[in-house]
T-cell receptor, first 113, second 114 residues
Framework: TQLLEQSPQFLSIQEGENLTVYCNSS?????LQWYRQEPGEGPVLLVT?????EVKKLKRLTFQFGDARKDSSLHITAAQPGDTGLYLCAGSISNFGNEKLTFGTGTRLTIIP | ETGVTQSPTHLIKTRGQQVTLRCSSQSGHNTVSWYQQALGQGPQFIFQYYREEENGRGNFPPRFSGLQFPNYSSELNVNALELDDSALYLC?????????????FGPGTRLTVT
C-alpha cells in the first residue's frame, strides 16, 4: 500500500512554462526527500526537508514541506528539457535513524523543446 | 555520481532459479537499503542492513534475503524466482547524521525472470 500519492502522474509541458508537482499523505513524516530518476538509472537525491513549512530552493526548483509534515510540493520555474524525468517523493517516518523510505507513486515529467 | 555501485547491470534468469545481486556502498556509509522498483512504480523497500545486521524489513517473503560485509558492501539474494520478481533492484547507502537519513542510490540491476 502506497502511503504517498503524487499528482499528476504524468505531465507534459512546453519549455519555459512553470509547473507544480504534489506529494500527499495521511501520515506524518519526520523528513521528506525528493528524487529525480532518469531511465536506466537510480534515483538522484535533490533535497531533504525536515521542518513543517520549510521551503528550500535549488536553482529553478522550489520545494515546500507542509506545515503538518504530511505533504510536499515541488515547483519548477521556466522548465527546461533537462528537467525531464521521473520525480519521486519519499518520506521517512522515524527520526531515530536508519528507517526505510516510503516512496510516492512518481510523476513523469516531459518538457517539450 | 553517488559512489554507489551495483553489479551486474542486467540479468536474465528463469523461474525457480536463484540470483545474487551486489552493491558497494559510498565511502563512509555504514547502512545499505535494498529496494525493488517495478516498471512504472516507485521503489518498494525490501530491507536494510546496518553494521552487518538486518535493521528493518518491508513486505517481502523470506526468499528475499541479504548480507552485509565488514566493508559495508551488501548482497541481495532471491531464491525460487517468480515472474513477478522482474524489476529494477536498487541499493542505497546512507549514514545517519543530524537526525536525517539521506540515501544515495546506485544505478540498479535490471532483473528479468522468464
Amino acid at each position: 500500500t502506497q502511503l504517498l500519492e503524487q499528482s499528476p502522474q504524468f505531465l507534459s509541458i512546453q519549455e519555459g512554462e512553470n509547473l507544480t508537482v504534489y506529494c500527499n499523505s495521511s501520515s506524518v513524516f519526520s523528513s521528506l526527500q525528493w528524487y529525480r530518476q532518469e531511465p536506466g538509472e537510480g534515483p538522484v537525491l535533490l533535497v531533504t526537508v525536515v521542518t513543517g513549512g520549510e521551503v528550500k530552493k535549488l536553482k529553478r526548483l522550489t520545494f515546500q514541506f507542509g506545515d503538518a509534515r504530511k505533504d510536499s510540493s515541488l515547483h519548477i520555474t521556466a522548465a527546461q528539457p533537462g528537467d525531464t524525468g521521473l520525480y519521486l517523493c519519499a518520506g521517512s517516518i522515524s527520526n531515530f535513524g536508519n528507517e526505510k523510505l516510503t516512496f510516492g507513486t512518481g510523476t513523469r515529467l516531459t518538457i517539450i523543446p | 555520481e553517488t559512489g554507489v555501485t551495483q553489479s551486474p547491470t542486467h540479468l536474465i534468469k528463469t523461474r525457480g532459479q536463484q540470483v545474487t545481486l551486489r552493491c558497494s556502498s559510498q565511502s563512509g556509509h555504514n547502512t545499505v537499503s535494498w529496494y525493488q522498483q517495478a516498471l512504472g512504480q516507485g521503489p518498494q523497500f525490501i530491507f536494510q542492513y546496518y553494521r552487518e545486521e538486518e535493521n528493518g524489513r518491508g513486505n517481502f517473503p523470506p526468499r528475499f534475503s541479504g548480507l552485509q560485509f565488514p566493508n559495508y558492501s551488501s548482497e541481495l539474494n532471491v531464491n525460487a524466482l517468480e515472474l513477478d520478481d522482474s524489476a529494477l533492484y536498487l541499493c542505497a547507502s546512507s549514514t545517519w547524521t543530524s537526525g536525517i537519513d539521506e540515501q544515495y542510490f546506485g544505478p540498479g540491476t535490471r532483473l528479468t525472470v522468464t
